[in-house]
């Protein structure tokens, strides 16, 4: 790219990119490249069209700044030409006069201020030499370097076509050399980025933008500004170039469109389309007249993106108010001058494409986004690509990453959503273990010392009534109540007893056991009612684990019991083995009555029951939920006491790890 091939004409200020691939969307040859989520612009495939400067609203592209090579002018007491692109009024519309503008140029230190304008007539004058010739190859328009290096780079094979004529910006710098001589400065003035790196012949190119910059650095204002026309040779009806189809209307062959063999496109999309059709010989009949922009007047160095009707209304008036004065004798005086200078130039090819990858990588690609049928390819475009197929090639290419693909990002946030709630049960449950075990730890002290204070008055109060039981006659009244006595005082002793079992933190002696066969065991263990249906499963490919066989059928058999407590109109007992990743699970449910949401928190809490008084001393559970803890294993319950939610009933999941040193 001209004498700016080895910099970066654009580029990306990382901290302002917020990963919205607007910018790959609108660029027309994909030139960005997304890492880390980070859009990078790629030199060696970019063509300078700007596309991505315009739509950024972050201002996270920005193209280089040459502002200061022209200050290095103007402090070395160069002579300096500035050559204003036609499309000024375009941007200046707030300035009435356009005298006013070429006079704060001049104010700025430009010594000759010259219109491109007039590089245009001459040009159009080339192309309609060679658009009338019918005997010769149709071409593609030149003038806009974008549409050229678009064409050399990935239509390498069309480069030929590329009309041999210079643009208006070179021809008027050679105009410029001849006229004021060759010992000056040129500097291009104009809406266009790739002007920047076009030619080596002009010195410098600054955008519309940069020279507002330049203006409010110098302070220079139009209010303070005395009136300066251009420096000849002036402009003619060239002047009308930067508006789609002006150059045509600069040859007089726009108002004879149904006579005319030529094609006008412009915009990055309909630009590609045309040269493709050209490329397959569909429209070779045909000169192309292209833009990559909507008209230069929609450059992406105009400070001004939008208005494109007002901006072609100021291009209009200006063109018309300047033919209305134009002083056409002189006009043609300079152009017979210059006419019969080189306006020629021509093109090499420089092929950037990427070979495109083997359909089954790309299918690949495709299968980790979920693109496995060809409903899955829903082409929304988030990505910044077309279609999904052209998502899957870039990603492979090392220019684009999967994550861009928002059903994609959107599948992966819900999973990662519901791993998260997982994660959160895991953990609400694990702290409701802990506090568990904290709340049974306390308890268990508190019962070890009550028991141990009560074991020596209990045994007295046993040994002596049963010595006075013995002592008193059978038929005598005291005999009955000394039995009362001694019933009650072995019921003290057993609730003792089961206070020390809870607080006890007896030794886990654990031995390899077929647990399907111990199972079937603890059922036979129990006294199972006729109304109640015992309905045992087990999915276990091995049987075998490793726990305390005493202390297990602790927990089996006062589960499987308080089971069937909770059906006394009868049910179905469930026992169901099963196993995963190395754990055993027991899941022991009934269809009984449930518990209550206000007494679930409360089940494993000592001397906390449900049961009549006589019927049970709150015990149980806690001691099962200690030694499924011993064990290393988890205690989950599931119930419903609604039946207006479904089926009542009650289901103790037990996990434990199949094996554990102890």
């Not at 700016?4 to 990963?19: A, F, H």
């Not at 658009?131 to 328009?141: F, G, Q, R, V």
């Not at 050399?152 to 004529?165: F, K, N, Q, V, W």
Request: with cysteine.
């Amino acid at each position: 790219m001209g004498n700016l091939i080895n910099n970066e004409l654009v580029y990306t200020v990382k901290d302002r990119c917020r990963v919205c691939y607007t910018c790959v969307r609108e660029c027309p040859v994909k030139a960005i490249k997304i890492i880390n989520g980070q859009a990078e612009v790629i030199l060696s495939r970019c063509i300078g069209c700007g596309n991505c400067t315009k739509v950024c609203s972050q201002q996270a592209k920005q193209y280089i700044d040459t502002t200061k090579n022209i200050f290095q002018y103007f402090e070395s007491k160069q002579t300096v030409v500035a050559m204003v692109a036609p499309s000024f009024p375009a941007e200046f519309s707030e300035i009435d006069d356009y005298r006013l503008f070429i006079g704060m140029l001049r104010k700025l230190g430009f010594r000759y201020v010259v219109e491109v304008g007039f590089g245009a007539d001459v040009v159009a004058r080339e192309y309609e030499k060679v658009m009338d010739d019918e005997d010769a190859e149709k071409t593609i328009s030149s003038d806009c370097p974008a549409i050229a290096y678009y064409v050399r780079h990935y239509h390498p094979e069309l480069t030929d076509s590329l009309a041999p004529i210079v643009s208006p910006m070179v021809a008027m710098h050679r105009i410029v050399n001849k006229k004021y001589g060759e010992d000056l400065k040129t500097v291009f003035i104009g809406p266009c980025i790739a002007k920047k790196a076009e030619s080596k012949e002009v010195d410098q190119v600054i955008t519309f933008s940069e020279l507002r910059a330049m203006f409010e650095k110098t302070g220079i204002t139009a209010n303070q500004i005395e009136p300066s026309d251009f420096d000849a040779p002036k402009a003619g009806r060239a002047s009308i170039f930067p508006i789609t189809r002006g150059k045509l209307n600069a040859m007089k062959k726009s108002d004879h469109i149904c006579d005319e063999n030529i094609i006008v496109a412009s915009g990055r999309i309909h630009f590609k389309e045309a040269i493709k059709e050209f490329a397959e010989d569909l429209n070779k009949s045909q000169h192309l007249e292209l833009l990559c922009c909507e008209g230069c007047i929609m450059g992406p160095g105009m400070t001004s993106k939008g208005k494109i009707f007002s901006k072609t209304a100021s291009i209009r008036n200006y063109v018309r108010l300047k033919l209305q004065n134009l002083d056409r004798e002189e006009w043609k005086k300079e152009f017979d001058t210059f006419k019969d200078l080189d306006y020629s130039q021509q093109f090499v090819p420089s092929d950037r494409r990427i070979e495109t990858p083997a359909i089954d990588i790309i299918t690949g690609v495709l299968e980790k986004m979920g693109k496995i049928q060809a409903e899955d390819h829903l082409n929304c475009g988030a990505c910044g690509y077309d279609t999904c197929f052209e998502h899957a090639v870039a990603i492979v290419e090392g220019l684009a990453e999967i994550e861009m693909c928002l059903p994609y990002t959107i599948e992966k946030l819900h999973n990662s959503v519901k791993d998260l709630n997982l994660s959160n049960e895991k953990l609400a449950s694990a702290q409701m273990s802990l506090k568990q075990s904290e709340k049974l730890a306390n308890m268990g002290q508190l019962s070890a010392g009550i028991a141990h204070e009560l074991n020596n008055p209990l045994g007295i109060i046993t040994m002596y009534s049963g010595i006075l039981k013995d002592e008193a006659p059978v038929d005598s009244p005291i005999h009955k109540d000394l039995e009362l006595i001694v019933e009650q005082a072995d019921r003290c002793k057993k609730i003792v007893g089961g206070l020390l079992n809870f607080a006890r933190k007896n030794q886990v002696k654990l031995v390899e056991t077929n647990i399907i066969t111990f199972t079937h065991h603890s059922i036979d263990s129990i006294i199972v009612p006729e109304n109640i249906k015992i309905d045992f499963h087990s999915d276990m490919t091995n049987p075998f684990a490793f726990i305390d066989n005493d202390q297990w059928m602790q927990v089996l058999t006062n589960i499987e019991k308080n089971a069937i407590e909770a059906m006394p109109d009868g049910g179905t007992l469930s026992v169901n083995l099963s196993e995963s990743d190395g754990d055993v699970e027991f899941a022991i449910a009934d269809t009984g009555v449930g518990i209550s949401k206000e007494n679930l928190d409360k089940i494993f809490t000592p001397f906390f029951t449900t049961k009549p008084i006589g019927k049970g001393t709150g015990l149980g559970l806690p001691l099962i939920y200690g030694i499924v803890k011993k064990h290393n294993g988890q205690v989950n319950v599931e119930t419903n006491d609604d039946l207006s939610q479904g089926p009542t009933g009650t289901c103790f999941r037990i996990v434990i790890p199949r094996q554990r040193k102890v």
